[in-house]
């Protein structure tokens, strides 16, 4: 789908299309709004009109609140000097977190909901009613996508479905939570009901995708409500047979090398169900920044593997807690040398003395000369407290070396949103249901599939909730979803999800080689110094409070939620 760099440019030209980021998004009609009525008169036309629903409308998401919520705020990744407010668990209405998190997600809604009206309003008679459905099925598709992340953030929040309909009442209500999933799920429903089986272009959006949203949707709303032990069995049996139809009948598969699914280029792989869509334009195109993947230098570990001098990573690693679940790897509290056969530890964070083919990095000669060279993890010498697990994935080196080039703010490999392998973990987790533990060969065998996958032997024992929510950790760690998946058993147990949060290590540690060159175990030990090692989580902070800033602009914001009027749902 890379050709959608060149039908959004050409958007751009006809429509003046540009992504709105002004602060008051929420309450006004978006400024980019598509009124040219002989548009929308061919196939082509109208889904040259969706197309940046798969990137530009996203933009914020991806920069601003991706792995901050999703793997900082969840446990899996800290930062040593930046985003402390999230590694502390202490994320208010004032904080950086929250405006960008909310106003990331209404910007997808709002454009999701522009596109659906122009649609409706301006397609011609030369537009067939199964692509306008299709159109129609990626708008919602996405929209239930942004309130997904919206409702599990934030709790109650408004529902819009038309943003001119607020032009001249910006006092918004917010919605109750039950209300926002069953929006949400009627969205996906629709698209699974009207996305084309086979993708139209490489990257778009199919009805499995929207099966296997449905199939994570299901999952959470069969605790929505519910206490310990008392999920409903209805969603349970729906996120199970959603899941397996897409495990069954999407025609995906699961690569057999887990690093080859951030070894670049890997986008829209046979194991991908849905990504954001990002590609690298020379400077000076018009659509740059927003066809661009800016998170890379976000996470970039350093200038020296950066594409131009953005590595602004450096103080970014896996939590102490995200290591202890890799078996074998910290062993006695860190004192004694570890390793694990789990190959993703390698694919997701980076330990003294990794190598890394292909991922190209420069660095100084004895002569002081700039030398490229494939990535080798640094020794950390003798002040092993100055280095960190850095993030690996995603991380893909320098611009000149990769297959499509890249610069500053400016890379090409796309964001998983939704994989094949979350669908083998919802099955078993679905199956397993409300026992404490199961035998079923159907869960075991889809459990197996991904963990054996990584490298580690059969696991045979009785499965239960534990095993499958630290697979989905190592598994999905920097993928934004530990977050989510805490949300999701929050919903039916609090004290559960309070205790493995405040149970999770986020301070600092250094880390040793046994050896160098080709270290083959390594020590770890926890900063001593250092006053912070637990968040405390409790009822009061575990959902961020929605932003000072649309408080101040809409005091409705702060009534009590209301019911959502549906009418015929469609």
């Known amino acids: 789908m890379k050709n959608y760099k060149y039908i959004y440019v050409a958007l751009l030209s006809i429509l003046g299309l540009t992504v709105s980021c002004s602060e008051d998004f929420l309450d006004r009609p978006p400024k980019d709004r598509l009124v040219d009525a002989g548009f929308y008169q061919t196939d082509d036309q109208l889904l040259s009109g969706t197309a940046p629903l798969y990137s530009a409308v996203w933009k914020d998401y991806a920069d601003k609140a991706n792995f901050k919520l999703g793997d900082i705020r969840g446990g899996t990744l800290y930062r040593a000097w930046n985003d402390r407010d999230a590694v502390e668990f202490n994320i208010t209405a004032v904080s950086d977190a929250s405006e960008y998190a909310y106003r990331a997600f209404y910007i997808v809604i709002g454009q999701s909901n522009l596109i659906m009206n122009n649609i409706n309003t301006y397609a011609g008679d030369g537009v067939s009613e199964a692509v306008k459905n299709h159109a129609l099925g990626e708008a919602r598709f996405m929209r239930a996508t942004a309130y997904t992340h919206l409702v599990m953030n934030f709790g109650a929040v408004p529902i819009i479905e038309n ?3 607020h032009l001249n009442n910006p006092q918004l209500r917010r919605n109750n939570v039950e209300d926002v999933w069953e929006f949400i799920l009627r969205d996906y429903e629709f698209a699974a009901e009207n996305l084309s089986e086979i993708s139209l272009a490489d990257g778009r959006l199919t009805s499995y995708s929207a099966k296997g949203m449905l ?3 299901h999952l959470t709303l069969a605790g929505l409500g519910a206490s310990a032990g008392g999920r409903d069995q209805g969603h349970l049996d729906k996120a199970r047979d959603y899941a397996a139809d897409v495990i069954n009948n999407s025609g995906k598969s699961l690569l057999s090398n887990y690093a080859d699914l951030f070894t670049y280029p890997y986008d829209n792989g046979n194991e991908s169900l849905f990504e954001l869509q990002w590609s690298y334009s020379p400077k000076g195109s018009s659509t740059q920044y927003e066809a661009s993947n800016t998170m890379i230098s976000q996470i970039n570990p350093n200038n020296e593997v950066a594409a131009n001098g953005d590595g602004w990573g ?3 690693s896996a939590s102490w807690w995200m290591l202890t679940l890799y078996d074998g790897l910290i062993q006695d509290d860190g004192a004694t040398p570890g390793f694990t056969l789990d190959q993703r530890l390698k694919a997701t964070f980076m330990l003294p003395g990794f190598t890394y083919p292909g991922v190209i ?17 640094a020794d950390p010498g003798e002040d092993p407290y ?3 697990a850095s993030i690996k994935k995603y991380v893909i080196g320098r611009g000149a070396y990769l297959e499509g080039d890249a610069d500053a703010q400016d890379y090409p490999n796309n964001t998983y949103m939704l994989r094949l392998a979350e669908m083998y973990l919802i099955y078993a987790e679905a199956v397993l249901g409300n026992s404490g533990s199961t035998t079923d060969a159907a869960a075991l065998t889809a459990f197996n599939a991904v963990h054996m996958r990584a490298g580690l032997p059969e696991f045979e024992d009785p499965l239960t909730w534990d095993d499958i929510f630290e697979e989905r950790v190592r598994e999905f760690a920097m993928e934004s979803i530990t977050w989510y998946d805490l949300v999701r058993l929050h919903y039916y147990d609090p004290s559960e999800a ?30 001593p110094d250092q006053a912070f090692r637990n968040a405390t989580a409790n009822s ?5 409070p929605i932003p000072a800033s649309e408080m101040s602009q809409s005091p409705s914001l702060a009534e009590e939620p209301e019911s959502y009027d549906f009418g015929d749902g469609e």
């Open 163 to 165: 943003n001119l309909d």
């Open 215 to 217: 199939a994570r949707t």
């Open 314 to 316: 450096g103080d970014l």
């Open 361 to 377: 990095q420069t660095v100084k000669d004895d002569e002081g000369n700039n030398v490229n060279q494939d990535l080798v993890v």
């Open 386 to 388: 100055q280095v960190f």
């Open 498 to 527: 309070y205790d493995i949060i405040n149970a999770q290590d986020r301070g600092l540690f250094a880390i040793e080689p046994n050896q160098w060159p080709d270290p083959s175990a390594w020590t770890f030990s926890k900063t």
């Open 540 to 544: 009061g902070n575990f959902l961020i």
